[in-house]
């Protein structure tokens, strides 16, 4: 059985730093794009990041570029997502999906899996 579980929610204050991690089990997914998305309450779910199967390729919503960083390690099965300069406005659950490739997951096609989210919450 495939699962994604994230982890490194929590509360911060904004300016903070938190680091996400999504491990992946029951099969490997070193072949695939891997991505963060997020969603605050009352509000859509939306895209923060996709890194590409290598780790060669990211892309990043504007909201978040030179604040997040997205990286991968392959031989973990998981993916990571730095956040740094947190904002009141970035508190959502965070969830980790994989996709067959960046241009799947920024189109917004339908993902193969999905996390069942993490909690972060930015305090002013």
């Known amino acids: 059985q495939v699962q994604l579980v994230e982890s490194g929610g929590g509360l911060v204050q904004a300016g903070g730093s938190l680091r996400l991690s999504c491990a992946a089990s029951g099969r490997t997914f070193s072949n695939y794009a891997m991505a963060w998305f997020r969603q605050a309450p009352g509000k859509e779910r939306e895209f923060v990041a996709v890194i590409s199967w290598s780790g060669a390729g990211t892309y990043y919503a504007d909201s978040v570029k030179g604040r997040f960083t997205i990286s991968r390690d392959n031989g973990k099965n998981t993916v990571y997502l730095q956040m740094n300069s947190l904002k009141p406005e970035e508190t959502a659950v965070y969830y980790c999906?994989?996709?067959?490739?960046?241009?799947?997951?920024?189109?917004?096609?339908?993902?193969?899996?999905w996390g069942q989210g993490t909690q972060v919450t930015v305090s002013s």
């Open positions: 999906a994989v996709g067959k490739n960046i241009r799947t997951i920024v189109d917004g096609l339908p993902l193969d899996y």
